[in-house]
């Protein structure tokens, strides 16, 4: 089965950052595009960012800016650079293999890794 581990998470103050890791395994990664999602209770998972097979990336107008997502297909790994972190920010991060429009191809979510922001 494809499966995505999320790691990485953790307290960071306002301002501060962290990286976030997500190891992918499937035997299409190279050329796939890869997104981060960001859930916080009661609501749906929310699309954060995400690069293709070739790099090139793109993000919520919400992380613009403040977020870069990048990859390493030799190691089957991507990254999520979180700079200038607000409380907002605050939520469960997943990774997804994505599909048109920003939408998660596989339908089930690992445990994700949990991102607090302090005031």
């Known amino acids: 089965q494809v499966q995505l581990t999320e790691s990485g998470g953790g307290l960071a103050q306002s301002g501060g950052s962290l990286r976030l890791s997500c190891a992918a395994s499937g035997i299409i990664f190279n050329i796939s595009p890869i997104a981060w999602y960001r859930q916080i209770p009661g609501k749906q998972h929310e699309f954060v960012a995400t690069?293709?097979?070739?790099?090139?990336?793109d993000y919520a107008d919400s992380v613009k800016g403040r977020f870069t997502i990048s990859r390493d297909n030799a190691n089957a790994m991507v990254y999520l650079q979180m700079e200038t972190l607000k409380p907002e920010d605050t939520a469960v991060y997943f990774c997804?293999?994505?599909?048109?429009?920003?939408?998660?191809?596989?339908?089930?979510w690992g445990q994700g890794t949990r991102v607090t922001v302090r005031r």
């Open positions: 997804n293999y994505q599909d048109r429009d920003h939408t998660p191809i596989l339908g089930y």
């Open positions: 690069i293709t097979g070739d790099g090139v990336a």
